[in-house]
Each structure stands twice: as C-alpha cells, then as structure tokens.
C-alpha cells in the first residue's frame, strides 16, 4: 500500500464511519429516562391526538355531507322526517341529539325511571307540575317519536351524521377501555374543544356531565393551572357550572329554563329551586368566590371555541 | 513513514471501526427495546418501578427492623401494655390513639396482604393533572420524594404502634396482631387517670361522645319502628326479594347481548326489567310499613337524646382543639379514620327521619353564611373545619395525621401535601385564590359561633 492509497482508502472510510455515525444518531431517538417517558406521553398514531387549533378548525366545520337514506329502517327514516325543518343543525345525528338533549326531561326514557311529574307533585305546587306538563306536551307534539325513545342515546347512533362534528360524537367514548388512559383523555379532549366550538347547548350540557367526571382518566383541560387549585372535585363542579352557564347563550337558553336538564337536577336536589331558572339558582347557590372561578373557566373556554 | 507501519496503522484503526459499530449496534438494539415497550404503553412505568421497588422494599424492610427489633416474636397478653409504654400520660396515650385511628388504612393493608407487601400501594394514585403521565389500573405510580418520605415514616410509626400494642398468636408464628390496637388504646386511655386540665377536658368530652353515641343509636332504632308482624314473614319476603333483584340481574346481561342485535327484544327485556324494579320496590314499601312506631318509647328515648346532645355541643365552645375535635367528629358520625373527610355530615336521605334531631356544627356554620345548598360546598365547609382546628392548635404539621392522609390517602393523593403543614397546603395548592374568600368565610363563622 502506497501512501496515496492509504490516504484515499483512510478518507473513505473516515467519510463511511461518519455516516454511519450519523444514521446511528438519526434513528435512535430515546437516550434519556426522561425522552423515553415523552416518548410514552405520545398518543399513538392516529389514536385523539390534542389537536392544533387549525385540526379543530377543520373537524367541527361541519362540511355537510348528503346523505343517502333509501337503506335506512323504515323507523331511523321516520325518527329524520320528524326532525324536518331542522332547528339546530344541518346535520340529523346532531339535531337529533340536540332535540332529545334539550328535552331529556320529557323523554320517556327519563320519565320512566325518574317519575318526573309525580316528583314534581310530591315536592312543589301544582302550577308548577301543570306548567311542566304543558312544556313537554309542546315539546312531544313536535317531536312525538324522538321524544319516545327507549334507549336514546343507542337509538340515535341510528341515525346517519353527515358532519365531522357528528361523527365524533358518534363514536362517543370508543376509546375508554381504562388500560388506555392516554387515549381515552386525548379523545375526551378532542370531543370538548368540538363541543366548545360547536355553541351547541344540548352538546355542551352532556360534555357538562361527561367529560369532567372521569376522575380515573385525569383532567382533560389544564383546568387545574387556570385556577390554581388541585382539588378536581371542585375543578369539576366549576367546569360543571362553565359549561352550563355557557350553554344558556346558545339555542334561546332552553337548557337553562326551568324544565332544562340540568336546572331540574337542581330542583331534584333542593325543592326550593324548582321552578327558577338556572342563572336565579346560580346566583343562589354558588358563593362568591366559586363564581370568580366559574367566570376564569368560562373565558378560557371561550378562547378554546375561536 | 514506511508501508508496514501504514498497514498496521490502516487495519489497527479498521479494528477500532468494527468495535465502535457493533457498540453503536448494541446500544442501538438496546434503546429499540426500550423504546418498543414505552409505544406498547405498558412497561416504561413498571420498569421505573422496578428500580423504584428494590430500593424502597428494602429500605422499608430495613427501617422496620430497626424501629422494631422485636418484631414478630413480641407477645402481650391481652390488654397488658409492654413496660416501656406503662408510664405514657394521659395526653400521650391520646396522640398514640390519634396515630393508631389515622394508620387505620395500614393496618387494613396489612392485615389483607402482609407484611411483606409492597407498602407503596397503601398509597392512593395522585391527582391527574393535564399532561402528566396516566397509568392503567393496577399499575404502581412512582411515588414523589415526598411522598416516599412520608410513606417511610408512617409505615415507621404505625407498625412501632402495632408491636407496642399489638397481641401476637405465639403458636402459628403470626405477624399480624389478633387485636384491633385502636380498640386496646381506647381501653387504656379510660383506664387511665389524667394529670393535666387539657387531659381531664378532653376525656371528659370522650365520656359525653360515647354517652352521646349510645343516646344516638338508641333513637334511630326506635325511628326504625317495631316490626308488627313475624320474623317468618319478613324473612320470606327478604328471600323474594333477593330472588327478584338475582332475576334483574339475569336481564340486565341478556339485554346487554341484545341490545344492538335485536331490538324488540331488548326493549322487552328492559320492561320486564322495570316491572321487577317496581315489584322490589313494592315489597321494600310493605317491609317498611308495616313497622309501627312507639311514640311513647320515641318521646323518651328523645328527652335523653337531647340532654347528651346538648352537653356536647357545649364542647364546642372549647378552645382545647382535641375537645373541639371530638365533638365535632362524634356530631358528624364520622369514619375518623378518614381524617380529610371531618368537617361534613353526610346526612344520607335515607336517614331522613334521623337527621330532623341533629344539627351538626357544618350546618350551623352554613346557615350562618346565608347560603343555599350545603352539598355544593361540602368540601369548603371540610376545609374550614379543618383549618378552625389548626388554629386552635390540632397538629397540622408536615408529619401530623391529617397532612399524611392528603399525602397519601384520599380519593387521589396529593403530592403537594407532602412536608408541607396543612395551612400551606391549602393556601398554595389545594384551594384556587378565589375559592380561598369562600373557604376563609366559612372558618370565620367557625370563629364566630364557637370561638371565643
């Protein structure tokens, strides 16, 4: 070996051993304990990822799509008739949902387990039981079938959705098999921004009961570090009371009269609310300081729905 | 530079190449292991653990052993206290009882899975915060610093406690006492005479709390009613209704297979379903009526409810924070074990008719705040009740019982909580600045209806 050769066959090797070096470098990413636990931090592919404002943008822009019904059971087409002229949404799954969650307390589901008129009687006066029968009787004329449901929630999944913001509510907690948490709280947080955005009062009401509760699965809003409080038995009842407040703004504040889901609860709770509406009970019951920290709740969420 | 030391130079710097690939390799390998079992979302955590597990079990193993040399060979006889603890006073026997009450859940453990268990799932899953790491069920959480310090300590002091007191079973070699050492404790503390006036006040308020307890239990059964007809009876009826609500059971399943498949099915399954919640009501209903209550036993058993009830409420009136303590807990019908619950009466509803005779201090705190619906604010009420006995001095230090149950214990623990006295606690991490006016309102109604 010459000594232009070995300076030839030395730079090559060098430049081998350098690339070689590098694709090692490139590949493999964990080197630390702390890099290998971001890296279990990371949802798996495709799997409710926290998405960028734009991705929430895209999913509850609602882009309609047609719907071809002619294979659909003659019940589900009657359950879309009946929804014609739509109210609330474009989308039959989302105006379904809205209907029956706007009058969850005439449903007969509901009334069958919860006796909503004999309650009423027992506990207040009787104008108020005459004024509940009045406003589900209305209700039921409008919506005799939707109203008669005996399993909503699985009925109604019947029904197809023709926009993002359905077809993520439909798929409802798919991912909650509590050996995922991960996923599960992704999921759950990707749902709350497209309800948030969705202005959508019957929606907001049931991410009210839904998203907040799932203590196991561990906060899905840095709802902690807005109001500087680690007790997410409060966190939840202030996400609670947001998410209601918010929902009077939308669809003329049906979910907040006095027969509206969650102010009924109320009314359940303690008979002197029965008949208020919720803002009255609100003002009643939630303390000063709560209050301030509803109202932080409300203005993050609202920056999370521009 | 001649050609041989070129070539030795050539293939000597070739060899180093080899070694430093199949290094680079192996770490390579290595790191891909690692990192398959963190996308697999099961092992990164156990695998921390694992460590975490070795060197906490020994250290455990380790401190126990030398807190207590005697350990499983060490026999009392039944109510005899080892010499060493004959001459506590009155007030150290007490603490020794609060500390007893507060290791409850360690002993629970203890006695469900051994001794040897790992400790560490004594302690509660923290609270989740947003964008921390979850675990799936049944997988350990590491534990924070201070969490594994108060861990340490406690499984010190409580099994120090469990050997002092406790009444070992000589022949099957057990390490686990026979007895309950609270109840031992409480034994000693009546058998023993105080020598201070906070001594004598508080077991003085101890007397007023069982007398008030007995008066307590003797009204609810007497609201309960006496049964008007036969035991024959109400067991049969007991018995169908068991066999209605095994019948429920069965259709809830089968309408769990059918509910998406068959329809009409399923909707007939959910109605028979009602029709059998109803007939189990129904004979709920009947059990209940056909109890009559003696209102002459009522009324009497009433009079003597109110005198005891009276007397201890007068307790609360006490600047002595165990006085305080007892009272309020005895009110309450708390689980003291559960030292972050004092501060709230749960007044179930089916206790309804019970509850019209007692008026617990959270209630007279809440009406006088002027406020609608006790239940929203339960936990602000247990804040300020628990702060109001920090301020008339309860130990509420880094390493006090209460401070050790947010810590560790809980629905969630609270790693916060860990060396911190409970006032910070509160203050800087548990209650939001703006719920803190709410929480001070209620602690100055405290002030303001018991203090002096």
């Given at each position: 070996m010459n000594k232009r050769r070995f300076h030839s066959l030395f730079l090559l090797l060098l430049a081998f051993v350098l690339l070689v070096l590098l694709a090692i470098y490139l590949i493999t990413e964990p080197r630390t304990s702390d890099s290998l636990k971001a890296l279990y931090d990371q949802p798996e592919e495709g799997q409710g990822m926290v998405m960028p404002d734009?991705?929430?943008?895209?999913?509850?822009?609602?882009?309609?799509?047609?719907?071809?019904?002619?294979?659909?059971?003659?019940?589900?087409?009657?359950?879309?008739?009946?929804?014609?002229?739509?109210?609330?949404?474009?989308?039959?799954?989302?105006?379904?949902?809205?209907?029956?969650?706007?009058?969850?307390?005439?449903?007969?589901?509901?009334?069958?387990?919860?006796?909503?008129?004999?309650?009423?009687?027992?506990?207040?006066?009787?104008?108020?039981?005459?004024?509940?029968?009045?406003?589900?009787?209305?209700?039921?004329?409008?919506?005799?079938?939707?109203?008669?449901?005996?399993?909503?929630?699985?009925?109604?999944?019947?029904?197809?959705?023709?926009?993002?913001?359905?077809?993520?509510?439909?798929?409802?907690?798919?991912?909650?098999?509590?050996?995922?948490?991960?996923?599960?709280?992704?999921?759950?947080?990707?749902?709350?921004?497209?309800?948030?955005?969705?202005?959508?009062?019957?929606?907001?009401?049931?991410?009210?009961?839904?998203?907040?509760?799932?203590?196991?699965?561990?906060?899905?809003?840095?709802?902690?570090?807005w109001l500087n409080s680690q007790d997410m038995g409060y966190n939840n009842k202030v996400s609670w009371y947001a998410l209601i407040k918010m929902s009077c703004r939308y669809q003329q504040g049906v979910s907040c009269e006095p027969f509206g889901a969650s102010t009924l609860i109320m009314c359940a709770d303690d008979t002197s609310d029965c008949g208020l509406d919720f803002e009255t009970i609100y003002q009643r019951e939630v303390m000063p300081g709560m209050q301030k920290d509803v109202g932080i709740l409300i203005s993050h969420f609202d920056q999370l729905g521009r | 530079m001649n050609q041989k030391l070129l070539s030795y130079m050539f293939y000597g710097f070739l060899l180093v190449v080899v070694i430093l690939a199949v290094f680079l390799l192996n770490y390579q390998i290595q790191q891909n292991k690692h990192r398959t079992e963190a996308k697999s979302g099961a092992n990164l955590v156990s695998h921390v653990g694992d460590d975490f597990r070795d060197v906490d079990s020994h250290?455990?193993?380790?401190?126990?052993?030398?807190?207590?040399?005697?350990?499983?060979?060490?026999?009392?006889?039944?109510?005899?206290?080892?010499t060493t603890v004959l001459t506590l006073s009155y007030l150290e026997i007490y603490q020794q009882l609060q500390t007893a009450k507060a290791c409850h859940p360690f002993y629970d453990f203890w006695r469900r899975n051994g001794l040897a268990a790992d400790s560490r799932k004594i302690v509660r899953p923290p609270v989740k915060l947003y964008g921390t790491a979850v675990y799936p069920p049944g997988e350990q959480v590491p534990l924070s610093a201070g969490q594994t310090a108060a861990l340490t300590d406690w499984v010190k002091r409580c099994y120090g406690l469990w050997l002092d007191y406790g009444v070992f079973n000589q022949s099957d070699n057990q390490s686990i006492p026979i007895n309950d050492i609270s109840e031992t404790l409480t034994k000693k503390l009546l058998a023993t005479v105080p020598q201070s006036k906070k001594g004598r006040a508080i077991k003085q308020t101890r007397q007023l709390a069982a007398q008030w307890q007995r008066s307590f239990a003797q009204l609810e059964t007497t609201l309960e009613g006496e049964d008007s007809i036969n035991q024959a009876e109400i067991d049969a009826v007991h018995d169908e209704v068991e066999k209605l609500k095994q019948l429920r059971e069965d259709l809830r399943l089968q309408w769990m297979d059918v509910r998406y498949s068959d329809e009409?099915?399923?909707?007939?399954?959910?109605?028979?379903?009602?029709?059998?919640?109803?007939?189990?009501?129904?004979?709920?209903?009947?059990?209940?009526?056909?109890?009559?209550?003696?209102?002459?036993?009522?009324?009497?058993?009433?009079?003597?409810?109110?005198?005891?009830?009276?007397?201890?409420?007068?307790?609360?009136?006490?600047?002595?924070?165990?006085?305080?303590?007892?009272?309020?807990?005895?009110?309450?019908?708390?689980?003291?074990?559960?030292?972050?619950?004092?501060?709230?009466?749960?007044?179930?509803?089916?206790?309804?008719?019970?509850?019209?005779?007692?008026?617990?201090?959270?209630?007279?705190?809440?009406?006088?705040?002027?406020?609608?619906?006790?239940?929203?604010?339960?936990?602000?009420?247990?804040y300020a009740a628990q702060w109001y006995l920090c301020d008339l001095g309860m130990d509420c230090g880094p390493q006090s019982p209460i401070v050790m149950h947010y810590c560790l214990l809980g629905f969630s623990s609270s790693p916060r909580a860990c060396g911190q006295n409970l006032q910070s606690f509160f203050y800087n991490d548990l209650i939001s600045p703006n719920r803190l006016q709410d929480v001070l309102q209620f602690k100055n109604h405290y002030q303001e209806l018991f203090g002096e």
């Open positions: 734009s991705d929430v943008d895209k999913m509850t822009s609602a882009e309609i799509e047609v719907m071809d019904d002619s294979l659909l059971p003659e019940e589900t087409k009657a359950w879309i008739d009946e929804l014609q002229p739509h109210q609330y949404h474009p989308d039959p799954f989302i105006e379904a949902k809205t209907v029956t969650g706007l009058y969850v307390m005439c449903t007969d589901e509901v009334n069958n387990i919860l006796s909503i008129e004999k309650q009423l009687a027992e506990r207040t006066q009787v104008s108020l039981v005459n004024d509940y029968i009045k406003y589900c009787t209305e209700a039921k004329r409008r919506y005799p079938k939707l109203l008669s449901l005996f399993d909503t929630q699985n009925q109604l999944r019947e029904i197809p959705s023709t926009s993002d913001l359905g077809q993520l509510i439909k798929q409802g907690y798919t991912n909650d098999d509590p050996n995922y948490p991960q996923i599960y709280r992704m999921s759950a947080t990707k749902k709350i921004h497209a309800v948030i955005k969705s202005q959508n009062a019957a929606l907001l009401v049931e991410q009210s009961w839904v998203a907040f509760q799932q203590f196991q699965y561990g906060e899905i809003l840095p709802v902690s570090t | 250290a455990v193993k380790q401190n126990i052993i030398n807190v207590a040399p005697r350990e499983m060979d060490f026999v009392v006889a039944d109510g005899e206290a080892p009409s099915l399923a909707k007939s399954l959910l109605q028979q379903r009602n029709d059998l919640r109803q007939q189990i009501h129904q004979y709920e209903v009947e059990l209940e009526s056909q109890k009559v209550l003696n209102q002459d036993a009522l009324n009497q058993v009433l009079a003597g409810y109110q005198i005891q009830d009276q007397k201890l409420n007068q307790a609360l009136y006490s600047d002595v924070a165990e006085v305080f303590y007892e009272a309020l807990t005895t009110l309450e019908n708390q689980q003291v074990y559960w030292l972050s619950l004092i501060g709230f009466a749960n007044h179930s509803i089916t206790t309804q008719a019970l509850n019209q005779y007692r008026i617990t201090p959270d209630q007279l705190v809440y009406e006088a705040s002027g406020w609608q619906n006790r239940w929203l604010h339960s936990s602000d009420l247990r």
